[in-house]
Structure formats: structure tokens, C-alpha cells
């Protein structure tokens, strides 16, 4: 690539950064062809409801399985496929993909939620996209949740407005991620209509540690309860943590205390499972009709 930027000032680089462009070059290259090359799997993590102890969803997360690499977690190339474009065809392949196990091997009554990138997100034929993948796959609109952060609030809130409303009239979920990490989350949950609040992992990991930690859930859970939308707490890992969550009444839980994200064949064989217990908690892994 060129050392030299649009207007054609030239810029001096060190020996280090050299190594890092060349290989974020080098990714680039991979990344370029690792769609066609079937490259991508879909990791499952199950959300357990708290009060009924069932697996009431599971969020697909996305794995770069590299040639020489191996297994790439999606921090290091989510970033990089975004600035390419890239994240455009590869959101696609994971909507469409995560649909269609969903309505092919789960229970009729288990949701699949998928990240939406901010990039994707503001693509002009999203609807079509996501409506795509329904119609296709097969799966009922209300069985789908589409996670987005705040981002996709920052650059143009009334064209993400319009946006989400058209989701919510397709009948799928959408829910905010990384509640708390952004800037004017307040605000944002007054104007947009959200199903569901993800309270980041930061927030959870000090439960227990740090004693504001428990009275901002309490609050978020709240505000959700006034607000109509249901509250998941993400990165749970102690037992603690847990019970702090399911007294302050948070709807839903995930993290590595009842499951790490697994293939999906395992997700499957999960849901099958008729009682799962996690450090004493047992909880189900469908719904008993
Ligand atoms: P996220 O959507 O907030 O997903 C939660 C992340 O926390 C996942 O990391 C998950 O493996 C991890 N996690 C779950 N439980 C625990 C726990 O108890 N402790 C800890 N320490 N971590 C836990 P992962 O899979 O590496 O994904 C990272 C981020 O990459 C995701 O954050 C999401 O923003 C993004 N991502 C993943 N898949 C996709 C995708 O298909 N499309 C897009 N656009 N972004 C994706
Ligand atoms: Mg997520
Ligand atoms: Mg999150
Ligand atoms: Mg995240």
C-alpha cells in the first residue's frame, strides 16, 4: 500500500508500524476471500430466563476458522471487515445461517439473536436482507432478535429511527447491546423502540466487587420494567453474580457460568438437554409445553 495519503503528503514510518500494515495487510488479503472459501462458523451462546430457568435464545457469534491461524474471535477482524465492506456480505451469510439452524434444529419456541453491525445496519436494503432471510429459512419473524449498540444511533438517529421501526414491523426482536458503554444511552432507550436492554459485561464482572456495580442494574432493570423491555445481563460467570441479578429481577442471563458459546451442534444437542445445571443452578434446555 502507498505511504502517502490522498493529498500526497508522504509519512514517515517506523519499522513497527511497517510490520502492523503489513499485517493488517496480509488479513486484509484473507479476509478478502474467506466468505467464498467457507471459512466462517457460527458459535451459539445460550440466554437461560431467569424465573422459568429455560433457554429462551441463543446469540450467534461469529469464528474465522484461518488456514494457518486457526480459530479468530471476531475483535480481530470485525473491525478490519467494516472499514472493507466487507461485514456487509459476511452479516448477510450470518443472518441467513443462524435463521436457518434456528428453524431447522431448535425447539419452535427458542429465538436466535444476531449482531447487526452499525455498517450493515445502515445499508439501504437491510429490511430486504433480513426479510430474505426469513422468507428463506423458514422462520417465524418473532423468533428472531437483531443486536445493535448505540453506535448505530450516533451518525443519523432519524434514518436508525425509521430503521427500526421497519424491523419492528417485520415482527423480529431488537435489542440494544452493551447497554452503558456509549454515550447518551438514556435518551436513546426513551426514543427507540427496544424490545430488550443488554447490560455489558463490565457492569456484571464487578457485581459483588464494586458497590455501584449492583445499584446501576437495579436502575437499568427498572427503567426497563418502566420502559416495557426486558433486561439481559451479559457476561455472568459467578454463582454470586447470578443471585444479585435474580434478586434486583433481571429477566434473562448469559455468560460463561452456564455456557461458553459452542458449536451448533452442541447448541442443538443444549436445547435438547431436558435439565442442565450450572455451579447448583439447574435450568432447562427447552421449554416444557
Ligand atoms: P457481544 O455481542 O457483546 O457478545 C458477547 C461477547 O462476550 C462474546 O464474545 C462472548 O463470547 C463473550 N462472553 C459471553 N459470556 C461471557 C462471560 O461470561 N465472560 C466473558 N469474559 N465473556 C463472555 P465474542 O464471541 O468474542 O464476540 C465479541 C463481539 O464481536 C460481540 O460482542 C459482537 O459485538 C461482535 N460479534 C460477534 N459475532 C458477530 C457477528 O456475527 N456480526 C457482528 N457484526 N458482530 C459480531
Ligand atoms: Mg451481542
Ligand atoms: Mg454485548
Ligand atoms: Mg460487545
Not at 517506523?14 to 500494515?21: G, I, K, R, S, T
Not at 470485525?78 to 435463521?99: F, H, N, S, T, Y
Not at 445481563?233 to 458459546?261: H, I, K, S
Amino acid at each position: 500500500r502507498a505511504k502517502s495519503d490522498e493529498s500526497g503528503v508522504a509519512h514517515l514510518y517506523n519499522a513497527e508500524m511497517d510490520a502492523a500494515m503489513q499485517a493488517r495487510n496480509a488479513l486484509e488479503m484473507d479476509l478478502r476471500q474467506a466468505l467464498s472459501a467457507g471459512q466462517f462458523e457460527l458459535f451459539y451462546q445460550p440466554q437461560v430466563e431467569v424465573r422459568a430457568r429455560w433457554i429462551a435464545g441463543c446469540e450467534a457469534l461469529l469464528r474465522w476458522r484461518h488456514p494457518e491461524k486457526g480459530l479468530v474471535p471476531p475483535d480481530q477482524f470485525i473491525p478490519l471487515a467494516e472499514d472493507m465492506g466487507m461485514i456487509v456480505p459476511i452479516g448477510e451469510w450470518v443472518l441467513r445461517q443462524a435463521c436457518a439452524t434456528a428453524a431447522a434444529d431448535w425447539p419452535e419456541n427458542v429465538r436466535v439473536a444476531v449482531n447487526l453491525s452499525a455498517v450493515q445496519f445502515r445499508c439501504h436494503d437491510i429490511i430486504d436482507v433480513v426479510s430474505g432471510a426469513l422468507r428463506d429459512s423458514g422462520l417465524e419473524a418473532g423468533r428472531l432478535e437483531l443486536e445493535i449498540t448505540e453506535t448505530v444511533m450516533l451518525q443519523d438517529a432519524a434514518m436508525a429511527l425509521a430503521t427500526l421501526h421497519q424491523l419492528r414491523e417485520l415482527g423480529v426482536q431488537v435489542s440494544m447491546d452493551d447497554f452503558g458503554t456509549g454515550y447518551s444511552s438514556l435518551s436513546y432507550l426513551r426514543r427507540f423502540p427496544f424490545d430488550r436492554i443488554k447490560i455489558d459485561q463490565s457492569f456484571i464482572r464487578d457485581l459483588g466487587k464494586q458497590d455501584d456495580c449492583i445499584s446501576i442494574v437495579r436502575a437499568v432493570i427498572a427503567l426497563g420494567r418502566d420502559l416495557g423491555m426486558a433486561i439481559t445481563a451479559e457476561g455472568v460467570e459467578t454463582r454470586q453474580q447470578l443471585d444479585m441479578l435474580e434478586n434486583a429481577g433481571c429477566t434473562e442471563v448469559q455468560g460463561y457460568l452456564f455456557n461458553r458459546p459452542v458449536s451448533a451442534a452442541a447448541a442443538t444437542a443444549l436445547l435438547q438437554s431436558a435439565s442442565i445445571i450450572a455451579n447448583g443452578w439447574p435450568y432447562l434446555g427447552h421449554r416444557l409445553s
